[in-house]
T-cell receptor, first 114, second 111 residues
């Protein structure tokens, strides 16, 4: 079974631009979560989607948004990029919403904001 | 106080050493504790999990939870260079699948 895939793997943008990242979950998984990883803050939860609905949201500004499609694929968008948005963005999928459902992570998208 | 805190690193040990990695958590209601391993340029992968208190062993790895002191530990016996990675503790917090992670500690095992 193919793992979680994320595209693109690397991205360079400038301040003020917007960016869209894509995540394809493991086949059959219906829950997709997004995390931001930085050296200073570590891994931080952004949001979670299940059945095309946002079920949970972390403490990030409204510039960060996401959506999930009927095939469970998900995208996240960051508008008006800031230097501090430079990070590894990780997507994780799981079968359902249970706290004990194992989350499988993709390799991430490395975003650099100049 | 942060929900999950992890000992800072990095940590460098010789091959064959016993490694102890530790985290503390703030909420006594937490019941499920996980350890993820992240290799360079990869996403984290679930290494082990424990439920409630006690020990869980898997090969060279042992996960331990001490609920009285809100302390979680991962022990690696006979460490190998292939164990060189970042180790993150994690706890489900809030609703659904949301995980809160420790900051991670980078382990280097020297041949």
């Amino acid at each position: 079974k193919a793992g979680v895939t994320q595209t693109p793997r690397y991205l360079i943008k400038t301040r003020g631009q917007q960016v869209t990242l894509s995540c394809s979950p493991i086949s059959g998984h219906r829950s997709v979560s997004w995390y931001q990883q930085t050296p200073g803050q570590g891994l931080q939860f952004l949001f979670e989607y299940f059945s095309e609905t946002q079920r949970n949201k972390g403490n990030f500004p409204g510039r960060f948004s996401g959506r999930q499609f009927s095939n469970s694929r998900s995208e996240m968008n960051v508008s008006t990029l800031e230097l501090g948005d430079s990070a590894l963005y990780l997507c994780a999928s799981s079968l359902g919403l249970g706290t004990t459902d194992t989350q499988y992570f993709g390799p991430g998208t490395r975003l650099t904001v100049l | 106080q942060k929900e999950v805190e992890q000992d800072p690193g990095p940590l460098s040990v010789p091959e064959g050493a016993i490694v102890s990695l530790n985290c503390t958590y703030s909420n006594s209601a937490f019941q499920y504790f996980m350890w993820y391993r992240q290799y360079s340029r990869k996403g984290p992968e679930l290494l082990m999990y424990t439920y409630s208190s006690g020990n869980k062993e898997d090969g060279r790895f042992t996960a331990q939870v001490d609920k009285s002191s809100k302390y979680i530990s991962l022990f690696i016996r006979d460490s190998q260079p292939s164990d060189s990675a970042t180790y993150l503790c994690a706890v489900p917090t809030g609703a659904n699948s949301k995980l809160t992670f420790g900051k991670g500690i980078t382990l280097s095992v020297r041949p």
